[in-house]
């Protein structure tokens, strides 16, 4: 994991949001934000529902501008070294794929418009510089022996790393992911938590994963900004996940258990763990 033990880092950071708000209409999203990610750091962005999670997500997109502070992604504006992100929605329309290859939706992060696509092999040709990218992709998150079957016969941890082999096929610097454990039962969100833990290390990629439910995630994690009433929350684990940090941050009672082992598990924040009945949220991945 990426260490800030001594305060400062080597590395320039690949995303730098300084107090920055959001503003729509009348209303003020969240203000005075402050967020920083290194490479090789795996960052949480946690909070309610309408929190504005997803909104920070697209503003380091360069889809939505601050009304005030600033941003900057991998050295640069929002928006401006977008082919250097990795880039998982929320919402994706998988029925229009589920009879393509697993390898076909990979290959679809390096040669186009991911879901607005048009078939791959009607007058695509690979490279061999871009087969070998997309069978390193597959290998790495572990989805080589189903790189062949169609993307609707697999199971729900199974889509997920092949839609993270294509959110990292181009090698990119900071990877955003947006509720990708949505869905999955806990044994299988475990195990993409854990493959993106190991993604972002080897990899040395900045990862931003917005989510509901902090406690699959907390061994992994280097750090979390947790959103809540308009205001964030910054920090390494250990500092941010408190009953008074986050009770104050929420305005309602958090409670934090500390385990025999160590482990944190956060007690009553608002749209903790739920699943949404999704088709595949009885399968377990296995790999």
């Known amino acids: 994991m990426a260490d800030r033990s001594l305060g400062t ?24 934000l402050n967020l920083e990610v290194f490479p090789g750091e795996f960052t949480a962005i946690l909070g309610p529902n309408g929190s504005g999670k997803s909104t920070l997500l697209q503003v380091l997109l360069g889809r939505i501008q601050l009304a005030e502070g600033t941003a900057e992604v991998i050295g640069a504006p929002p928006g401006i070294r977008r082919a250097d992100i990795g880039y998982l929605p929320q919402h994706r329309a998988i029925t229009a794929a589920e009879r393509i290859r697993a390898i076909d939706i990979v290959q679809l992060g390096l040669t ?50 092949v839609l993270i082999a294509q959110a990292i096929v181009r090698r990119p610097a900071f990877l955003l992911l947006d509720e990708p454990l949505d869905s999955l039962d806990l044994p299988t969100q475990t195990s993409v938590v854990a493959l993106i833990r190991e993604v972002c290390t080897r990899q ?29 929350l910054q920090g390494a684990v250990n ?29 009553g924040t608002p749209d903790a763990p739920h699943h949404h009945g999704h088709r595949h949220s009885h399968d377990h991945d296995h790999h």
Not at 13 to 30: C, D, P
Not at 206 to 226: F, I, M
Request: charged share 15%; hydrophobic share 40%; aromatic share 6%.
């Open 9 to 32: 880092h080597s590395a320039r950071a690949l995303v730098r949001v300084s107090h920055g708000s959001v503003v729509r209409g009348a209303t003020t999203i969240w203000s005075d």
């Open 112 to 161: 186009g418009a991911r879901w607005g696509f048009r078939i791959p092999g009607t007058g695509t040709t690979q490279t061999r510089h871009e087969r070998a990218q997309i069978h390193e992709a597959l290998e790495l998150v572990g989805a080589s022996h189903y790189a062949q079957r169609a993307f609707g016969e697999l199971s729900g941890g199974e889509q997920q790393r």
């Open 204 to 232: 040395q990629i900045g990862v931003l994963l917005v989510a509901h439910d902090v406690n699959p995630l907390l061994s992994a994690l280097d750090q979390v900004l947790y959103i809540a009433n308009g205001h964030a």
């Open 239 to 267: 500092d941010v996940i408190s009953s008074s940090q986050l009770t104050a941050l929420f305005g309602m009672p958090i409670e934090v258990l500390t385990a025999a082992d160590g482990r944190r598990v956060v007690i």
